[in-house]
């Protein structure tokens, strides 16, 4: 499974990278939403880790733009500043997994894994 981070918090970003190669996954990174829009509209990802709050984007405008490009995208956002507001927000755009951080490595891994079977199954139907 090839997973892109969006994370502008370089801190975060080498974590989950290093927690996510450990687990045998393939990740790419990106700063900005800009960045990412760009990273993902020239490969192919199977999920998207999406921090809320980004210099140049909100995530609920950059979901939007991420399905378009690709419909059936998986998407789990992450927050540091959660609220109920901004919960149901995200998750009205149809986001897999609404996480706040800290993020908890047993956690992630947990959810990473039911993804990856939720993909396999449907793969394979």
Do not use: C
């Not at 981070?5 to 990740?27: A, C, H, M």
């Not at 900005?32 to 880790?49: H, Q, V, W, Y």
């Not at 109920?84 to 609404?98: D, P």
């Amino acid at each position: 499974m090839i997973i892109l981070i969006v994370e502008d918090d370089p801190q975060v970003t080498n974590y989950i990278t290093k927690r996510l190669s450990g687990w045998g996954y393939r990740t790419n990174s990106a700063e900005t939403g800009k960045d990412a829009l760009e990273l993902f509209s020239k490969k192919n990802f199977d999920l998207i880790l999406l921090d809320i709050m980004l210099p140049d984007y909100m995530a609920f405008d950059l979901i939007p733009k991420f399905k378009r490009m690709n419909p059936d995208i998986g998407i789990v956002t992450m927050t540091g500043q959660s609220s109920r507001e901004l919960e149901q927000k995200v998750r009205e755009q149809g986001i897999l997994y609404y996480m706040v951080k800290p993020i908890e490595a047993a956690n992630l891994k947990l959810l990473l894994d039911h993804i990856k079977n939720d993909i396999k199954q449907q793969i394979s139907i």
